[in-house]
T-cell receptor, first 116, second 112 residues
């Protein structure tokens, strides 16, 4: 079955530690996205990538980093510089990130990160 | 810049009653609009999308939405609510480079 996988489902870390969230897709999509979800705030875009070896900052990129070395993978690192990292993180992909709309995004199941 | 406003963070209906979730958008170009549903601790699932082919869009699970340009609205409806419809619903508008702008979400509660 084609889809997006995120691992792990739940992640616990101590404050001051970096942590990497995994996102893999086998849909052959060009574009991939990372969102952060907090209660009552909808989804906020962290980073996105339209093509391998290229990515752009979203609305709340500070304290996060990404890489896109392979088409199917887009890992997100939450660094110790992120002041409030506890949240639900969602990865998504879409067939073509270069068009002006029209394509929906497909979402993974999410990773809930808790930092204490 | 595009934006989305969902009116009402919580909506409660009785089982069998009409579901109406409101979404208004702001866009400087003809918009592409989407409704997604999210069950607790899960990712988002696409319910339906508007891409200018027809103003009344039918989606999965009996939901539909009507695009009204004059009102800049894209409200989501379902004639008869089911207990399994209880979830959070997000309206989104497409921006440049495939990005989506999401509303704040509306939590739908269905009472027996």
């Amino acid at each position: 079955d084609g889809g997006i996988t995120q691992s792990p489902k739940y992640l616990f870390r101590k404050e001051g530690q970096n942590v990497t969230l995994s996102c893999e897709q086998n849909l052959n999509h060009d574009a991939m996205y990372w969102y952060r979800q907090d209660p009552g705030q909808g989804l906020r875009l962290i980073y996105y990538s339209q093509i391998v070896n290229d990515f752009q900052k979203g609305d709340i990129a500070e304290g996060y980093s990404v890489s896109r070395e392979k088409k199917e993978s887009f890992p997100l690192t939450v660094t110790s510089a992120q002041k409030n990292p506890t949240a639900f993180y969602l990865c998504a992909s879409s067939p073509d990130g270069d068009r002006t709309g029209g394509y929906e995004q497909y979402f993974g199941p999410g990773t809930r990160l808790t930092v204490t | 810049a595009q934006s989305v406003t969902q009116l009402g963070s919580h909506v409660s209906v009785s089982e069998g009653a009409l579901v109406l979730l409101r979404c208004n958008y702001s866009s400087s170009v003809p918009p592409y609009l989407f409704w997604y549903v999210q069950y607790p601790n899960q990712g988002l699932q696409l319910l339906l999308k508007y891409t200018s082919a027809a103003t009344l869009v039918k989606g999965i699970n009996g939901f539909e939405a009507e695009f009204k340009k004059s009102e800049t609205s894209f409200h989501l409806t379902k004639p008869s609510a089911h207990m399994s419809d209880a979830a959070e619903y997000f309206c989104a508008v497409s921006e440049l480079k495939g990005k989506l702008i999401f509303g704040q979400g509306t939590t739908l509660q269905v009472k027996p």
